[in-house]
């Protein structure tokens, strides 16, 4: 394990609850009443898709300039929210902590804009990441794998050395996808198993070396889940 790459949203800070609130302003705003359903569809999704979930699912027309206008509305009610205050998830700021003493470098890979994503950084603090890759940013944003991709090019890595650490179905697809290891601490949903997915009920009380152990793992059931179907063949 060469590097670690953290999501944000309901990984590093318990901001699903605040996204909660702004979904269902949004839908007050356009007439509609938000469903557990839709909801759960766009956790740890893209601005871009999200908004398309909302317009289908209320049967707007998909105008490219009035959803342009209702994200921006949507990502300044979601600041305010912001900059009142992220709550930090259980043991995730220790564990940034124990990064940074140890040197391991360290990316912030989010589906959030880059505007909320500095915002939120004023409460987390930029200090932890040497690099930030928001949703925006990137052609596709999760759960293609092209956020995870950018940020080990740009640490100058290849993914199987990364750990990415998740808590969204949509975003373990996509750090999966990429090629990561994937460290899994679910929050809002719960998230399905897989090979190359380790999960834990939160953060708390994992150390450095915790991580390098559960990479350690998992790329090498990886490699020898990829020799037996060699076998097979």
Known sequence: MRAVLCDMDGT???SEKLWDVAMHALYDRLGGVLTPEVRALTVGG???DTMRTVYEDLGLPLDPEAMAATTRWMHDYTGELFDAGLPW???ARELLDELAAAAVPTALVTNTARMLTERALGSIGRHYFAVVVCGDEVAQ???APAPYLRAAQL???DTRECLAVEDSPTGAAAAEAAGCAVLVAPNALPVPDGPRRHQ???LA???VG???RIHGELTGSARVAAGNRRDRR
């Open 12 to 14: 590093l800070v318990d």
């Open 89 to 91: 998830c259980d043991g």
């Open 200 to 202: 834990v009920a939160s």
């Open 46 to 48: 893209s601005a871009r």
């Open 155 to 157: 640490l100058r890595l």
């Open 141 to 143: 944003g999760k759960p």
């Open 210 to 212: 915790d991580l390098s």
């Open 205 to 207: 009380g994992l150390s």
